[in-house]
């Protein structure tokens, strides 16, 4: 499962945040209906606060430079100077989407997007 999210999530693969979560809301549904029936709550948790990182790694490959990151960030609620922190490391896509990014990118986003959540 993780490898076949890895190949849809890839950074490099120059689709937009819509267009990945569409590809995976496909998958996730499919694999989802066939799992559900485990009785691991904690698993799932778990696979969803990757799948979220992984998406949030894609949004700050997208914006690119640091000032986009930092007026993105500053947009959606965040702090200047947490921004500010995000975006002078704006190459660190996997560790700045661990940060406090969350904020500015949470669950509901995804939900707004259509990215199917494992548990719950």
Known sequence: ????VRDITKRSG????????AKLRSYL?????????ADTPGIFR????????RLRAIQLKQWK????????????????????????NGRRWWRNSGMAINIALPV????ALGLPRLAA
């Open 14 to 21: 120059g689709q937009s945040l819509t267009s990945v979560v």
């Open 65 to 88: 430079r640091g000032t986009t990151i930092y007026r993105e960030l500053v947009k959606r609620g965040l702090s200047s100077r947490t921004a500010a922190k995000i975006a002078a």
């Open 108 to 111: 509901t986003h995804f939900d």
């Open 29 to 37: 549904v499919g694999w989802k209906n066939y799992f559900q029936l």
């Open 1 to 4: 499962m993780k490898d076949r």
């Open 46 to 53: 778990d696979l969803d606060a990757w799948i979220r990182h």
